[in-house]
């Protein structure tokens, strides 16, 4: 597959030295879902993004690239960046203080299983589950091939879309339910470059519905107005 995007230095994450202090963590509570505000659409932060990111290049198919080529590289490279945004807020995001997978406007997601069974699980499960579920995909040579001249299987935009849909809801679970933490950390630019990569990537490519992203459309609508 082709090379995978990568934001400047400035976004790389440190996971060995992103912790709060037990003080700061008291201050800031475990998060912030049960709240009638969204703080991350006040106008301090929804400006902060990683600055010299040309988001129109990193979505827009190349000329002479294979979609599928495109779309594979970049699902490579989303799953990385995401991944490690995770990993870097784990701490915070635990059975107890997140019993639901959760989203802005009561959105619940349940994970369904292999056999079609709908498991309401934690957060921290059911984002081990899809994490879980699409790095077998990526590492699996019949669905996304590494060899030159390999062939995309049948339904693989269908398997991409599904992928996507996974990376919208772990960062909207991320600015729903522990947005506090990510400004205290000092993040916040990197997740609105990254969420708003993703959602301008998904636009360029149909790769979302409208009723999946609806719920974030108020943070999508004013990122876009920055850019």
């Known amino acids: 597959m082709g090379g995978c995007h990568s934001y400047p230095s400035a976004t790389k994450i440190d996971t060995q030295t992103l912790k709060l ?3 700061s963590r008291e201050k800031l509570g475990i998060n912030n879902n049960n ?7 006040q106008q301090q932060f929804v400006c902060q993004q990683i600055p010299h990111t040309d988001m129109l290049s990193l979505t827009v198919l190349p000329p002479g690239v294979d979609q599928a080529e495109w779309l594979a590289s970049n ?4 799953f990385k960046h995401i991944n490690l945004f995770s990993s870097a807020l784990s701490e915070f995001c ?3 203080s997140c019993p639901t997978a959760c989203g802005p406007d009561n959105t619940v997601y349940v994970w369904t299983d292999d056999h079609g069974r709908k498991l309401k699980c934690s957060a921290p499960l059911y984002f081990d589950y899809a994490m879980s579920y699409i790095q077998e ?17 049948a339904g693989f935009v269908f398997l991409v879309q ?7 809801r772990t960062l909207a679970h991320i600015y729903w339910c522990h947005y506090r933490e990510t ?5 916040h630019p990197h997740l609105n470059t990254l969420f708003a990569h993703l959602t301008l990537f998904c636009q360029q ?6 009723e999946d992203t609806e719920p974030m459309q108020d943070l999508i609508t004013a990122l876009g107005q920055q850019s």
């Not at 699902?75 to 989303?78: E, I």
């Not at 995909?137 to 299987?153: A, C, I, N």
């Not at 400004?183 to 993040?187: M, Q």
């Open 21 to 23: 202090s037990d003080s």
């Open 35 to 41: 709240l009638e505000e969204r703080p991350y659409l």
């Open 75 to 78: 699902t490579v490279a989303f």
């Open 94 to 96: 635990t059975p107890s």
């Open 137 to 153: 995909l990526l590492t699996d040579e019949d669905v996304f091939p590494t060899q030159t001249g390999s062939v995309f299987p």
């Open 162 to 168: 599904k992928v996507f849909l996974l990376f919208f």
């Open 183 to 187: 400004l205290a950390l000092g993040l």
């Open 205 to 210: 490519h149909a790769l979302l519905e409208p």
